[in-house]
């Protein structure tokens, strides 16, 4: 077999993808950029190493000519990771393109996702090539050296050419001017809410559980922040918000000595649950820009979180409920 050891690299690469991957997609703080950068580099490093995984695969193709349901499967496998590798290049280089409503990078996320369960399946039906003489030498590490200083040359070249993106990747979009796109996660995208029937419920561990309607909730201190929304879908904006700050509505209800985190749930049941420590500087917003909020963007009441991806800026807020439970019993992202 030539360059046994480029299946060792290869495997070691889409592990590092798919871990930074997922730590820069939930990633909202720029100190945490990092985990992006070990992802561009090692997308491009993936790019290098074809050149020895290739003649592998190729040298395949020719030896065995009849096509098998596991060759049928690798080869869609093949097919998928080098889409996912193209539209994250395409997205990269050409802009904010869109096919069918979703943009290059959401793609590039839902193609990367079942491409890692195809490569684990290949590994294991394929794992005795990890007992070839010459895939652990010291040609692994030579060759992924050489690899990953390749992808760290490409990446660099990539990020000096191109210098619209924030470090998430996300283009801007209408800062300032209350005009950026309405999208949601997946398909949490409920009726248009009447705000005469609205309802706001705080309840959980708190002393005095309440109902605010929309007129008692506008009358209440409002407070206007400079905010970074980062949309996963791969959009920025930079707007004025105005609302009351999240811990104003829990000191009314007063939390026990049994609350150790908080979920914001919508009208249509989707939900995030945040540490009490997470809690500082969060706000309840009914208005952007200088104008109430549309129904695209969460009207009556929307989450704004500063740091945070927008999958966690939960639209049409109807509940505040606080927990006994900690945080971390949730999903990592959101399931519907």
């Known amino acids: 077999m030539k360059f046994p050891w480029a299946n060792a690299a290869l495997l070691l690469i889409l592990i590092t993808l798919t871990v930074s991957g997922y730590l820069g997609l939930v990633n909202g703080h720029e100190a945490a950029a990092w985990r992006l950068w070990v992802h561009g580099v090692a997308a491009y490093a993936l790019v290098a190493l074809f050149v020895w995984k290739g003649s592998i695969i190729l040298d395949a193709y020719r030896r065995k000519k009849r096509w098998t349901g596991p060759r049928i499967v690798f080869t869609v496998t093949l097919f998928l990771l080098l889409l996912t590798v193209l539209l994250g290049v395409l997205w990269t280089f050409y802009g904010p393109l869109y096919v069918g409503g979703f943009s290059l990078v959401s793609l590039h996320m839902y193609v990367a996702a079942p491409v890692m369960g195809l490569v684990l399946w290949h590994v294991w039906r394929m794992r005795f090539i990890f ?158 820009a200088g104008a109430a909020l549309s129904h695209g963007h969460g009207a009556p009441l929307r989450l704004v979180i500063p740091d945070r991806r927008g999958y966690d800026w939960v639209k049409w807020v109807t509940e505040i409920r606080v927990n006994g439970t900690p945080a971390i019993w949730q999903s990592p992202l959101p399931l519907r």
């Open 131 to 288: 007992r070839v003489r010459g895939v652990w030498d010291r040609r692994l590490f030579l060759g992924t050296a050489v690899a990953a200083l390749a992808g760290l040359v490409l990446w660099r070249a990539a990020r000096w050419m191109d210098g619209e993106r924030r470090f998430t990747g996300s283009y801007e979009r209408g800062s300032f001017s209350g005009q950026f796109p309405p999208t949601s996660w997946i398909f949490d995208y409920p009726e248009r809410i009447d705000v005469d029937g609205w309802r706001l419920h705080v309840t959980g561990e708190v002393a005095r559980p309440y109902t605010l309607t929309f007129a008692e909730l506008r009358a209440m201190p409002a407070v206007q922040h400079e905010v970074l929304l980062d949309c996963t879908s791969g959009w920025y904006t930079t707007q004025v918000w105005e609302g009351i700050p999240l811990l104003d509505v829990l000191a009314r209800a007063g939390l026990l000595g049994s609350a150790a985190s908080v979920t914001i749930e919508a009208v249509s049941h989707y939900k995030r649950r945040f540490a009490l420590a997470e809690l500082e500087g969060m706000l309840l917003a009914y208005g952007v």
